[in-house]
């Protein structure tokens, strides 16, 4: 029997449109394409899912410091504000607190920033039927690596067999599986998934 639903945030509950962000800085084509890559295909990106940096002040001098050509533009991207460009997924939301409504504890385990993930988790509602959380950065570890789900398990005392894990991302779920937890490819296909989950409650 599945007790605990595991979610992940970005992609599945919430997702951010950088693309139009970067759109939003005015800069032709070739400029667009050269800047996301300076923004989103950089290790600091990845480095702020692992909690590196104390701050996203931090975060913005360190891509400064890698890119001082493009200091300006780094500046109006993460100008204030700029957050507001992560927005909803509300089909993962409903399905969420469906779930917690029908009695299952539900469980967070996403690679996220702490400043990202604060601000999805204060803006939100679904985020008030959480029963726990582990994110990336809080703890230095992201998923794939086999740590981090054992840690969500051990933290919270769950038991494996009872837990089944979402996330739109198929190496994420492979490693679940090798864990030892259950897990489905979300793909915002929320019927399919709850006859999944189901179908466990038979058992």
């Given at each position: 029997?599945?007790?605990?639903?595991?979610?992940?945030?970005?992609?599945?509950?919430?997702?951010?449109?950088?693309?139009?962000?970067?759109?939003?800085?005015?800069?032709?084509?070739?400029?667009?394409?050269?800047?996301?890559?300076?923004?989103?295909?950089?290790?600091?990106?990845?480095?702020?899912?692992?909690?590196?940096?104390?701050?996203?002040?931090?975060?913005?001098?360190?891509?400064?410091?890698?890119?001082?050509?493009?200091?300006?533009?780094?500046?109006?991207?993460?100008?204030?504000?700029?957050?507001?460009?992560?927005?909803?997924?509300?089909?993962?939301?409903?399905?969420?607190?469906?779930?917690?409504?029908?009695?299952?504890?539900?469980?967070?385990?996403?690679?996220?920033?702490?400043?990202g993930f604060a601000y999805c988790e204060n803006t939100y509602e679904c985020f008030k039927y959480v029963d726990g959380k582990v994110v990336s950065a809080d703890v230095g570890m992201i998923k794939p690596?086999?740590?981090?789900?054992?840690?969500?398990?051990?933290?919270?005392?769950?038991?494996?067999?009872?837990?089944?894990?979402?996330?739109?991302?198929?190496?994420?779920?492979?490693?679940?599986?090798?864990?030892?937890?259950?897990?489905?490819?979300?793909?915002?296909?929320?019927?399919?998934?709850?006859?999944?989950?189901?179908?466990?409650?038979?058992?």
């Open positions: 029997m599945i007790k605990n639903i595991i979610f992940d945030c970005g992609g599945v509950l919430t997702n951010c449109i950088p693309d139009e962000y970067v759109k939003a800085l005015g800069l032709s084509k070739d400029e667009e394409k050269r800047f996301f890559d300076v923004i989103y295909h950089s290790s600091i990106w990845e480095k702020s899912d692992y909690g590196i940096y104390k701050s996203q002040d931090e975060m913005i001098e360190a891509f400064v410091e890698e890119n001082k050509q493009d200091e300006q533009l780094i500046r109006r991207f993460f100008s204030p504000g700029w957050m507001m460009f992560y927005y909803p997924y509300q089909i993962g939301q409903n399905f969420l607190i469906k779930l917690k409504k029908e009695g299952y504890k539900i469980y967070i385990l996403s690679n996220y920033a702490k400043e690596d086999p740590q981090i789900y054992d840690y969500l398990i051990n933290k919270y005392n769950l038991n494996k067999d009872e837990c089944i894990f979402l996330d739109d991302r198929e190496k994420n779920c492979d490693a679940a599986i090798k864990c030892g937890i259950k897990s489905v490819v979300y793909k915002h296909n929320v019927d399919e998934i709850y006859k999944i989950i189901k179908s466990y409650d038979k058992d």
